[in-house]
């Protein structure tokens, strides 16, 4: 049996303690910032903001210490992501986008706040950031100078396939944080061969938005206005050559940053709508050491070809998960998980509504009733029926 390592530091890199652990189970998703636990027997030196390292049997997994949970039986120690550090509101300025790379923008912003912030508790030690790669004229939809920089680190990957790789080499109490995109060519995998032990498909219909069409206005000046097709061969134009039918169309506000041009926010703006990117979810479990697929090969941003019963699926990866001696290659942008809990939000939402009303009527006393109304009672939907209890996906 392979025996893993859990490592603990400090945030300048001292040594806090270790411990030893026979297996190991953790998610990394690039779109949801997952926590994940490990359970020790013992009581080990660790408290939140502490770095954890563990390692053993080809896995390297480094995290931040979420917190710590004591038991009469157990010592769990949950840990999120490095990603997690840039979950936060901060101020950027979105003008300085329109001169400049995606790449070099993000990479401002973490200098800004991670390095430079002039606050040693907020700053990483020893963090080099880089980018890899330059996209130029991007569009993140940023509506102001302060925003989330994580949310917008999931949008750059989506639209444009830039991702925030973070390595951390605790011998060298260094950080590394690259920015770009993936230079691996794309891979394929025949999701029908046996090596491949289980395999999930959630895809939209086709690999083009319902919304063909769209009217783009400028929210400052609506005078100007602009029209924006999607053509068969995946083009957004003012000026198609060829239609898709039925014609789906939709209207939309933009926003253009002062030195902007209205042209420029406008065709991004109706690129973004009128393509969905990545717009599914595949998930692929293998064997660890499984030689065709290598799941230790693949990073953040991937792209990849699946073939599944005579039909082809691009995707990119956006999340791994490791359980014992497999792995799970999750690919696209799609959440299940997320979508339900959206989707429960909105139930819940309109439930409260349906119940409000009920209590209104029901204060409502009966004289009052007779005055406005021929019945004693108002019949309302029950929520059930009332609330919206379709989910795009299952």
Known sequence: MSLYNVEIFKKDFSYQSSYQVGSLTYEYDYLSLISNKIQLPDVVEAQQGDYIRIMGDGDRVFGII????????????????????????????????????????????????????????????????????????????????????????????NRYGVSVRVDVNAACSAISIRIGKSVAAERTIEADLPNILSG???????????????????????????????????KVTRFPLERISPVRFNTVYVSVSEGGKFEDAAYEKARTELTTGYDNLIELTVFKNDRMVNPDGWNIGDAVLVLKGGKEYRSVLTAKKVNGQTTTLVFGSIRRELTKLLARKDQKKLDTKVKNLESRVND???????????????????????AKTVYYIE
């Open 364 to 386: 409502i006393s009966s004289s009052e009733h007779n005055k406005c109304w021929d019945h004693l009672s108002v019949p309302v939907l029950p929520t059930t029926i009332a």
């Open 200 to 234: 999930e498909f959630t895809t939209t219909n086709g690999s083009k938005s319902p919304i063909n069409k769209l009217y783009v206005v400028n929210e400052k000046n609506e005078s100007e206005r602009a029209v924006y097709y999607l053509t068969p061969s995946d």
């Open 66 to 157: 979420d917190r710590v949970t004591e038991s009469d039986t157990l010592f769990t120690i949950t840990y999120k992501p490095f990603l997690s550090l840039f979950d936060a509101n901060m101020y950027m300025d979105r003008t300085a986008l329109l001169g400049m790379s995606l790449e070099e923008w993000i990479r401002h912003i973490i200098q800004e706040h991670y390095v430079d912030s002039g606050d040693d508790m907020q700053n990483l030690k020893d963090a080099d950031i880089t980018t890899t790669s330059e996209t130029m004229n991007a569009w993140l939809d940023v509506e102001s100078n302060i925003e989330n920089l994580y949310e917008l680190l999931k949008t750059a990957l």
